[in-house]
């Protein structure tokens, strides 16, 4: 029986479809209370278009070119890859609630599209170029990553959504050591929901996800495939990478302050202390 933590794609592309929903995750369908997800193919000329009043939207361009318009203003030719794996920073638009946006595919393409609840005015459309990614290498031995970083708690021009891409090799593991993000006791963890959107290289891979919590209410390990949602609504959440593989995952988070201050797993802090 599959984990309601563990989303599979909901379709593949049937002959002659021009948009494929492969994931549709929000807080009316999942036990989520701020984070969403949205993740979309689309055919080369293909439109498509959203538009919320209870939401920011974060518009990610997972691979292929298109046109972006968010409320009359249009980002011409956005993309930079051909697939997540060039490991090159993505272009993405950042939508606040109750503005508009519509994509237009000047190639195949896939989106994905970040949520976090909100009606809170005062902040405008915003084109994040790949040059304005903070671009992070992460860990050492075996625990290497890289971050790209598209909104991130230092970029002050959302409510509530973080959003990042992270990049792990074969024989790597990531989000590692665990550590989760589950209280509200800033200064020292805060509380952010979290979705993992998974691709692996080559695609017939698999990587491994752990959830749990301390009291182990939560405890699940999954086997995630290419293109599979993980969500984190608590708890510690690693992923470990196959050798031969290379993983890539798109993070959104959001809670009730848009701030990311993790704890580590107390029982594995000693990996951060090896000589």
Same mark, same amino acid.
């Given at each position: ?87 090159? +920073? ?96 800033? +200064? ?14 080559? +695609? ?17 390990t999954f086997a995630v495939h290419h293109r599979d949602v993980v969500l984190v609504p608590r708890g510690y959440h690693p992923v470990g990478v196959p050798d031969g593989y290379a993983s890539y995952y798109l993070n959104v988070m959001a ?21």
């Open positions: 029986m599959q984990s309601n933590l563990l989303k599979r794609p909901l379709s593949h592309a049937a002959a002659g479809s021009t948009i494929t929903m492969l994931h549709d995750i929000s807080w009316d369908t999942t036990e989520m209370a701020y984070t969403g997800l949205r993740v979309v193919d689309l055919k080369e000329g293909v439109e498509y278009e959203e538009h919320h009043r209870d939401r920011e939207s974060c518009v990610v361009l997972l691979a292929g070119r298109a046109d972006v318009k968010v409320s009359g203003v249009t980002y011409e030719n956005l993309g930079r890859r051909n697939s997540p794996f060039d490991r090159v +920073p993505t272009d993405s638009v950042y939508v606040p609630a109750g503005h508009p946006f519509r994509v237009r595919a000047r190639t195949s393409l896939s989106i994905a599209i970040a949520y976090a609840p909100t009606t809170e005015g005062g902040y405008a459309p915003r084109l994040i170029r790949a040059e304005d990614n903070r671009v992070e290498r992460r860990g050492k031995y075996q625990n290497q990553r890289l971050v790209h970083n598209i909104l991130s708690d230092q970029d002050q021009h959302a409510h509530r959504l973080l959003v990042v891409e992270v990049f792990t090799e074969g024989g790597q593991w990531s989000s590692y050591p665990p550590h989760k993000h589950d209280r509200d006791a800033l +200064p020292d963890e805060s509380f952010l929901e979290e979705i993992y959107y998974h691709e692996i290289d080559p +695609p017939q891979g698999f990587v491994l996800q752990r959830v749990y919590t301390d009291e182990r209410d939560i405890d699940e809670g009730p302050v848009r701030t990311w201050k993790f704890y580590n797993d107390p029982a594995h802090e000693w990996i951060l202390k090896r000589a």
